[in-house]
Each structure stands twice: as C-alpha cells, then as structure tokens.
C-alpha cells in the first residue's frame, strides 16, 4: 500500500479539514440570501432529479474510468497502441477544460461575489493566487514523491511490494557486465528508464486521483444543495459527460501504472463515489446550506481555486507535455496531428459544457 497510502491519508486530511470548516459555512445565512430564478427553485421536484443524478453519474464514472483497465477486451486501448495516446489525449483535453472552464470561474465568482466584504476580497485576486499556489505544491509533491520512490527503487525497496517488477514468462538472463534483468517465475525487474517511468506513472495517477476526488466533491456538494430544477437537468448530463472522458484519462493512468487489482480497485472506487458522495452530502444539507452565504463563499471557493491549479497543472505537464515530449509521439507527426486534434475536440466540448454546468 505504499503509494496509494499517502493518497488515503490526504484524502482523509481534506475530509477533516472540510468537516471543521463546513459548520461554520451553513451557519451564516442571513447575509445574502437571493434566488437566481424562483420558478424553478422546487424542492419536491429538485429531489428525484438529485437521485437519478447520482445514478448516472456513478454508473458513467465507473464505466469511465474502468473501460482502460479492460485492456484484454479492448486490445486496442492498450498503452503502446496509437488509439490509447489519442483517447488520452482527448481525456486530458477535458481536464484541462475543466479546470479552465468550470473550475476556476467558479471560484471568480464566488470570491468576488457581492455577499463577501470588499475588503479583503475584492481588492486582491485570491483565485488567481491560490490556483498558483496549488500549482506550485503540486510540482512539489509531484518532484518529491518521483524522488522518493526513485531512492526507493535505487536500494531495491520497489514502492509496490516487487509490483514494479512483474512482467512475463521468461528464463533466467544476462546481458553484458554488470547490467541485467532476472527473468524467472514471472518476473522482469525493470530496472534504468523503465522503472522510472513506472514511478511517474505511479506518482501521476496518485496525484491526479487526489486533485479529481477534491474538486468532485464540492461539484456533487453544490447539485445536491441546489433545489434549481433548471440547472439541475443540464447539469446532469454535463457531469456525466465529464466523468466519463475524465475517468477514461484517469484509468488511462492507473492502467501505466500497473498497480495491482487491490489498489486499482481502491482508486476506481473514490473515483466513482466521490461526485454521488457529495450529491448525497448536498441533499443531507440542502436545509441547512446557504451557497450564497459568506463562509460557504470563501470556502468552497477556494477549494475550488487550488483544485484548479492542481487540475490545470496535471492536464498540462503530466498528461499532455509528457506525451507530446516523448519518443511515441516525437517519432510520429501524424500520431502528433491525431492527438492534438484529440485534445482540441475534448476541451471544445468541456468548453462547451460550461454553457450548461
């Protein structure tokens, strides 16, 4: 459990953290209390949309993020096929719209929102501020975690248990002076740039997991508190369309990573409960959460301002730049056209999303 334990132990920071400053988000209601559209403001109504939402949304979610994993069903969406770079493409298309197009202005909006006090919020970019600070630690915890697991490696303690070293069926062999791989049993210790490059994988879909499970949750916190019938709708489909190209880019990782069944099971898991998780946190608090009230302002905002840096910093230089940078791509113009017109249809279609959701 070795590297998905930080991930569980940050996951289970960020639901402490939110438990401690949520109370303080719901009891401020008196503020700011206005209503975009009264018509569609129906709870009765509101609610078995909320329930079909959290169906759909678990079920493409997992579909999503499951369908890389399949690779023997799929035999074309294995990592060294040319659709498997294209999708991922797409796939990173999307999260970068998401962070750029969904994320962030949210957080705009609520940190400039009329409800909070001029001064601090309106006289300093905060979203700006904590999306560059997002970033900056993500680069951090990103470096530092390939460097750990890559001592690790070097003193032959693999981050996986020897998951690093499986692969094939082969005899015991040797190749030149002092450099070889030990072949037997079922195992090939990778060993050089191969077993680098797992790691990245390892530290790329950890990270990427964490930033995906924060920004899902406060999406499905904001559907489930909402009682607006009009948005709703369009936000269901939205969502299912985002989860399931994002969860895709995702398993996309997972799948490189070569976890083994245990913890790919866990990190498809939080993927797809987290969104429907907080659906039915929003519902549970749908009486007592005021969206507009100053606390609830400030913090989901700036939940959402380091997700996006986080979000928009993966998409880029996890995702796309290691990809557009390496040998596969590198060694291909045509593949290299492909995929960048991958990138640009799933971030216009997340943009367009935004019209919605």
Known sequence: MAITTPLLKLITIFFILFSLFAPQAYSESDDCNSQSNDSCNDKEKALPLKVIAIT?????????????LFTKSFPALQPDRNLFVVVKAFAAGIILATGFMHVLPDSFDMLWSDCLKENPWHKFPFTGFVAMLSAIVTLMVDSLATAMYGKKGKAGI?????????????????????????????????????????LRYRVVAMVLELGIVVHSIVIGLSLGASNNTCSIKGLIAALCFHQM??????????????????????????????????????????????????????????????????????????????DFMGPKLQGSIKLQVKSYVAVLLGAGGMSLMAKWA
Do not use: R, W
């Open 56 to 68: 759909t949304i678990l079920i493409t979610s997992m579909i999503g993020v499951c369908l890389p």
């Open 245 to 322: 190209f994002e969860g895709m880019g995702l398993g996309g990782c997972i799948l490189q990573a070569e976890y083994k069944f245990l913890k790919k099971a866990i990190m498809v898991f939080f993927f797809s409960v987290t969104t429907p998780f907080g659906i039915a946190l929003g519902i549970a608090l749908s009486s007592t959460y005021k969206e507009n009230s100053p606390s609830a302002l400030i913090t989901v905002g700036l939940l959402n301002a380091s997700s996006a840096g986080l979000l928009i910093y993966m998409a880029l230089v996890d995702l796309l730049a290691a």
């Open 158 to 198: 693999t981050p996986d248990q020897g998951d690093v070293a499986v692969e094939g069926d082969q005899e015991m062999a040797v190749a030149g002076a002092g450099h070889f791989h030990a072949h037997h049993h079922g195992v090939i210790v990778k060993d050089g740039a191969q077993g680098a490059q797992l």
